[in-house]
């Protein structure tokens, strides 16, 4: 087999001539394993039930903590008879897998993983971890029918060859919205109601202005963390893939600072942002990028920004967070989408089904007896009882099933994820790794506060969404596009910047220079090698 280039694995090249240890090692000393191969221990673990099984996975540690508090957990436990034995990780995700490569290269990993699926795959070629698709077919019936029921989800999870190396789960489906100050718009006398197009929202920034910032100088209706470049969608400027082809940076920025500088909207978009910082409607500092997260949740709480546009659950956040006790009359809410001149809404970028982080990989030198019992615990999840359990919880103390046949919550979700770090509780937030698991999407929504479930469930539809094909890519074409991004994604966020801060005059013959400027720094090879992966996913 060709040997595959490795990328961004920090110690790969020292993993190819380092023996892959045993399996159930938790860190320290290799397990010893017994005639049949598998870790000693592993298929007769002590967890307090006899017959019980278990297996070791390593994890991130904040994770773990998360999933000792959770309630369903318990009763998978339960129903399952399987016992997953936890190694903490870092506190960190990113320093989580630079362990993974630690431990591949010195032959500590326990039996199962969390891992980028980039590692599982790259490293389950180069045997650290077990195909697991002939198993899956044997032994995770329930998982094998999802696998067959979504292609895209097979594709993705595949390699070349079709081996699965990694266990990717579902990851809740979002996008940011639109909060502001209810109260500050009442106040000044704006309805929130009427404002449809970017022009409404432009009109009523600077009403606010007036009437807010007259007195006060530290005052702009608009402000966020971050990066500011997070409008591009309003004026049809995200980037994207499909038959057609490909425009802008789309590998990892699907949802988040998606722009596509050839879009025909794409001027317009930054000569509106011109408009907005010129007349301080927005907060410069945010623009300019030295807004951190605190100072824009302090302007926000503080009364000196109404507006943001940002992760979907904020609006509560700040309610949840001192925004009431800052002023009796605070009230943050949701806005609608945005519409175009024809009363069309504006269909915004969203988190894509599935993520390449937080998968979950098997020890190549587990015995199949083990394998077999990691899917199991999977296959669980795949089941209808499992996906209710994960979801919803126990039928009578977490949810109720309503005469239509709906299910409804009856545990609080304030009372709930407010109990203190240990404690026990009933909790869905499904963007985080838990297991291996599909994800009911209007559950997510509405595991939240009533302003959260009703914005998302009035938001989160599928004709507001832009579509954001999964789509799968080579090492060689990840490795190619992680070095020419770290290139061009900068410098168009910087030539972007300076428009708009008019560090350099917008026109025409300056857009176009920026254009040729960013081709010649690889942005057309871009856009190249993803239309190829395109492609390539779906055939």
Not at 346 to 360: H, P, R
Not at 413 to 438: A, H, I, M, N
Request: charged share 25%.
């Amino acid at each position: 087999m060709k040997r595959r280039k490795v990328l961004s694995l920090l110690l790969a090249a020292v993993m190819l001539t380092v023996s892959i240890a045993g399996c159930g090692s938790n860190g320290g000393t290799n397990a010893e394993t017994n005639q049949g191969g598998s870790a000693a221990g592993t298929e007769s673990a002590d967890t307090g039930n006899t017959g019980d099984k278990s297996y070791t996975m390593f994890i991130r540690s904040q994770y773990h903590d998360w999933i000792e508090e959770l309630n369903w957990y318990d009763v998978a436990k339960e129903n399952t008879g399987i016992t997953v034995e936890y190694v903490d990780g870092p506190e960190e995700t990113s320093d989580t897998y630079t362990e993974v490569d630690q431990r591949i290269a010195s032959g500590t990993l326990p039996e199962a993983t969390m891992c980028k699926l980039s590692q599982a795959k790259v490293y389950g070629s180069q045997g650290a971890f077990a195909d697991l698709a002939p198993y899956i077919k044997e032994y995770a019936p329930n998982y094998q029918a999802y696998i067959d029921a979504n292609p895209e989800y097979k594709t993705y999870v595949s390699d070349e060859s079709g081996a699965i190396y990694g266990l990717v789960k579902e990851t809740p489906v979002f996008a940011d919205l639109i909060g502001y100050r209810a109260d500050h718009f009442e106040k000044a006398g704006i309805d929130a109601f009427s404002i449809k197009t970017v022009e409404d929202f432009t009109e009523a920034m600077r009403t606010l202005k007036a009437y807010y910032g007259a007195d006060n100088s530290n005052y702009y209706p608009l402000s966020g963390r971050e990066s500011a470049l997070r409008f591009a969608a309003w004026f049809g400027a995200a980037s994207y893939v499909d038959e057609n082809g490909s425009g802008g940076i789309y590998y990892r920025y699907e949802k988040d600072n998606s722009f596509n500088v050839r879009a025909e909207g794409a001027y317009n978009w930054i000569e509106t942002m011109k408009t907005w910082y010129k007349e301080g409607l927005i907060n410069p500092s945010w623009v300019e990028g030295t807004n951190s997260e605190g100072d824009w949740e302090s302007q926000t709480l503080e009364g000196n920004a109404s507006i943001f546009y940002d992760y979907y659950n904020r609006a509560e956040w700040f309610m949840s967070n001192g925004g009431p006790e800052t002023d009796p009359d605070y009230n943050m809410q949701v806005l609608d989408f945005l519409q175009d001149e024809n009363g069309n809404t504006m269909k915004v970028t969203k988190s894509l089904l599935y993520g390449s982080d937080c998968c979950i990989a098997v020890n190549s030198e587990c015995s199949e007896d083990t394998i077999r019992t990691i899917l199991e615990f999977t296959d669980y999840f795949y089941s209808e009882e499992g996906m209710t359990l994960a979801n919803w919880g126990v039928e009578g103390e977490s949810y109720q099933v309503n005469a239509d046949g709906s299910k409804e919550y009856i545990v609080d979700y304030q009372t709930e994820e407010s109990k203190g770090d240990g404690e026990k509780k009933w909790s869905f937030l499904s963007d985080r790794l838990t297991v291996c698991k599909p994800v009911d999407q209007a559950a997510f929504y509405s595991w939240n506060t009533e302003l959260i479930a009703e914005a998302a469930n009035r938001c989160f539809t599928e004709e507001n969404f832009l579509k954001r094909p999964v789509v799968c890519y080579t090492t060689e074409q990840e490795e190619e596009l992680s070095n020419l991004i770290a290139a061009v994604f900068d410098s168009e966020c910087a030539a972007l910047t300076g428009f708009i801060v008019g560090n350099t005059e917008l026109n025409e013959e300056n857009w176009n220079a920026m254009i040729e400027e960013m081709d010649a720094l690889g942005l057309s090879r871009i856009e190249e090698i993803q239309a190829e992966a395109y492609q390539n996913t779906i055939q």
